[in-house]
């Protein structure tokens, strides 16, 4: 499949205009604690990869710096604790500069276990959407809530499935959105 394409204006030396092609890039971001967040969005990250988008996958404390000049959308995710997101994830969005990412796509996951979704206790992924709204960046879906059975998992049946489902009705969102 060839890569999604999309021209940045770079200015020429010569007349100040121009532009070049060049691939869209996203990051996908997660923390873990028992791998099953880390499965999720490596999952998402390599649907969308299939789909011809460029994408770096990261573990949240792996994040050194992150420049919205490098990167076209953000994902990111964290396990559903105590009804919100990790202390490492509240932490890192609060280095997302808004000013930077104001306007540029994102989708926020979460690993949640069934009792918490059913009682609507909160969710990681809720408040990560709220948090990077407040920013003014754009949510390009509802959020991703994958089940986990117990605290340590496994992840339910079917939930690697789901997610490939919601990743590609993300790159096709993406790709809608380079077009428009």
């Known amino acids: 499949m060839q890569p999604l394409l999309e021209y940045k204006k770079i200015p020429s030396p010569l007349t100040g205009e121009g532009r070049v092609r060049v691939k869209m890039k996203?990051?996908?971001?997660?923390?873990?604690?028992?791998?099953?967040?880390?499965?999720?969005?490596?999952?998402?990250?390599?649907?969308?990869?299939?789909?011809?988008?460029?994408?770096?996958?990261?573990?949240?404390?792996?994040?050194?710096?992150?420049?919205?000049?490098d990167y076209d959308f953000l994902v990111i995710g964290s396990p559903t604790k105590f009804g919100t997101m990790s202390f490492t994830v509240k932490g890192f969005l609060g280095k997302v500069k808004g000013e930077e990412w104001k306007y540029r796509p994102f989708a926020a996951f979460d690993t949640e276990n069934p009792e918490n979704i059913e009682q609507k206790q909160g969710s990681a992924a809720e408040k990560i959407a709220e948090k990077l709204k407040e920013k003014q960046m754009s949510q390009l879906l509802p959020v991703l809530k994958a089940v986990v059975l117990d605290w340590k998992g496994p992840l339910q049946e079917g939930e690697i499935e789901r997610t490939k489902k919601y990743a590609g009705e993300l790159a096709a969102k993406l790709k809608k959105e380079r077009i428009s």
């Not at 969005?41 to 573990?59: M, N, P, S």
């Open 26 to 69: 996203g990051i996908v971001i997660y923390d873990t604690t028992y791998g099953n967040t880390r499965r999720i969005g490596e999952t998402i990250a390599e649907t969308l990869k299939a789909a011809g988008i460029e994408v770096d996958t990261f573990y949240v404390k792996d994040v050194k710096k992150l420049s919205a000049g």
